[in-house]
């Protein structure tokens, strides 16, 4: 792959996945949750925070090199990006349906 789709994927990827991370925490904030899953990340040790955000970037790199082709590595990042926010706003609802349980 050449210098320059790899860049672009990893582009896109990053820009996606800041989307959902703003994403997130806007929605949750709209819907009247408490963003647990952000808070719980940011009382993390600094040093956890570093290897999260490393093993991550790693993933996003192997996958934007793993792609064929330009169109079908932005559809796949932008469908794994949509499914984590999706993912996110469940695991959000279940803490407040424990929370509401209890």
């Not at 009382?43 to 956890?48: K, Y």
């Not at 790199?61 to 330009?70: F, I, L, R």
């Not at 279940?94 to 929370?99: C, D, R, S, W």
């Amino acid at each position: 792959m050449y210098p320059a789709k790899f860049a672009l994927l990893l582009g896109v990827g990053l820009l996606a996945f800041l989307f959902v991370v703003s994403l997130y925490v806007v929605w949750t904030r709209i819907v009247g949750l408490d963003p647990t899953l952000a808070q719980r990340c940011a009382n993390l040790p600094r040093p956890v925070r570093f290897l999260a955000a490393l093993v991550s970037g790693a993933l996003l790199g192997t996958a934007s090199m793993a792609a064929p082709n330009v169109e079908v590595g932005i559809t796949g990042l932008v469908l794994l990006a949509a499914s984590t926010f999706a993912a996110l706003m469940l695991f959000e609802l279940a803490q407040q349906y424990e929370l509401v349980a209890s």
